[in-house]
């Protein structure tokens, strides 16, 4: 698979913009080793430059012979590089004018810039690692929380790479006994149609088991958003600040202080959550709070699950129940805070309305449950509490998933033929098109079309 300019030497700047001890110039391509050879003066001159070593001096500008930066220049020779052609990385002071300067002259020796994830794109096409292994680099780069970076250098290594490997071998082992009864009708081939039909079934487990999985790799990938409700004045800024361990919502007793919404982000055992304070629920009494009111609302309805705070040293009133009401359907935690105070509200009655419904008693006043209630919000996000164990493959991806319920919909189709429901012929169609699904996830039955949106979404220097 060649795209348009593949042979072409690409340079682009490979660190954030900004200034920093160090910023890196890499370049990629046949021309790589003669832009080094011409715009780096070595302090100690060498015969030649070897592959993989790193050599102190200077870029010049190719004009005048003057130096533009100090710098530490890398050259390594295909294959054994990121994208298995020539690359050469300059590391330069971290300075925006200094890098602008070399990426200039680097340009300027009939080098092109990068496109986005073009050096990731050519690792791809150039065989170094498979589409799977190029979406995990961005996932690497994106990654929030510790898990989400150890599942993301997990699928980089390969772990889905070769559980999909796994499964195509047992559908081309089914294949091919289907097509030999196709090819071969007249001819006493035995083959045990129950060997056929267990392998598909065992095909049909284990892509459900990974589309099973996109669900909690998402959460601890992307992320959830998780909206504070509740009426005025029961400590839903309160609560913000407590989780987030910082005064970034104004708290007083003046019912209504909120009215914008404030979203921060928190890390909750390694699943990163959003979380979202907004106006308390109520018939607000002038145009301003009815706005705060509808966009409270608005975020409600958008979110990933809520935590409806109720006020435990207040009977429960009209306002808690029709907010009861709002959130009856969504997943949710109950946060029944102010304990510290003589309470009117208990857990019971709050689970006469909301049965099945985790209820924490809780003082954000006083940092009291907090941890509970952590721990409830993350076994709600999970299920059980139990996190998968990373060390398995994770379909993090919804780009995978779409491919593997298309893969799983053509084993059932063909699970069902072999009960005589539709001809052997077709029965073979089924699991070649299962084996173009399969072939999406690695990139091996790929559009041009789907690998530019992958690849757009990585930066230049990547």
Not at 143 to 165: C, D, P, R, Y
Not at 413 to 424: D, L, N, V
């Amino acid at each position: 698979m060649l795209l348009n300019g593949e042979k072409d030497t690409i340079a682009a700047i490979g660190t954030p913009h900004g200034e920093s001890g160090i910023g890196i110039v890499r370049i990629s391509g046949p021309l790589a080793e003669k832009v080094a050879t011409r715009l780096f003066r070595a302090k100690k001159k060498p015969a030649h430059l070897k592959s993989h070593h790193l050599y102190y001096g200077e870029i010049v500008d190719p004009e005048n012979g003057k130096p533009l930066d100090e710098v530490l220049l890398t050259l390594m020779r295909k294959p054994k590089t990121y994208t298995r052609e020539d690359v050469v990385e300059i590391n330069c002071h971290g300075g925006y004018l200094v890098l602008k300067r070399v990426l200039e002259v680097v340009l300027g020796q009939g080098v092109r810039l990068a496109q986005p994830g073009e050096f990731t794109k050519r690792a791809f096409l150039n065989g170094r690692i498979d589409l799977s292994q190029a979406e995990a680099v961005i996932d690497v780069i994106r990654a929030k929380t510790a898990k989400s970076l150890k599942m993301a250098n997990q699928q980089l290594k390969g772990n889905i790479s070769h559980e999909i490997e796994g499964l195509r071998e047992g559908v081309v082992r089914n294949l091919a006994f289907v097509e030999a009864l196709i090819d071969f009708p007249d001819e006493d081939i035995e083959v045990d149609g129950d060997v056929i039909r267990r392998g598909l079934e065992e095909g049909q487990r284990r892509v459900r088991g990974l589309i099973e999985s996109y669900e909690e790799g998402r959460i601890y990938r992307d992320g959830v958003s998780v909206s504070i409700v509740g009426k005025t004045n029961v400590g839903k800024s309160s609560l913000l600040n407590i989780l987030l361990r910082e005064n970034r919502a104004i708290v007083t007793s003046i019912p209504g202080t909120t009215r914008d919404v404030i979203e921060e982000v928190v890390n909750i055992h390694e699943i990163p959550i959003r979380l979202v304070d907004m106006a308390g629920i109520r018939r607000a009494s002038n145009p301003i709070e009815r706005e705060g009111v509808r966009l409270a609302k608005d975020k409600v309805a958008d979110a990933d699950m809520v935590i409806l705070v109720i006020d435990g040293s207040r009977g429960l009133d009209k306002d808690d129940r029709e907010i009861i009401d709002e959130v009856r359907e969504k997943k949710k935690v109950v946060a029944a805070n102010k304990m510290d105070l003589p309470i009117k509200t208990s857990m019971e009655q709050i689970q006469e309305f909301l049965p099945n419904t985790k209820v924490v008693e809780i003082s954000a006043l006083k940092n009291w449950g907090i941890d509970t209630l952590k721990d409830s919000l993350y076994c709600t996000l999970t299920g059980d509490g139990v996190g998968r164990d990373t060390g398995e493959v994770i379909a993090v991806n919804a780009r995978h998933k779409k491919a593997l319920e298309g893969s799983l919909e053509c084993l059932r189709r063909a699970r069902e033929g072999m009960e005589g429901k539709i001809p052997i012929e077709l029965i073979a169609l089924e699991l070649r098109s299962c084996l173009d699904y399969l072939g999406e996830i690695r990139g091996e039955t790929t559009t041009q079309e789907v690998l530019e949106c992958i690849f757009s979404q990585f930066c230049i220097g990547k």
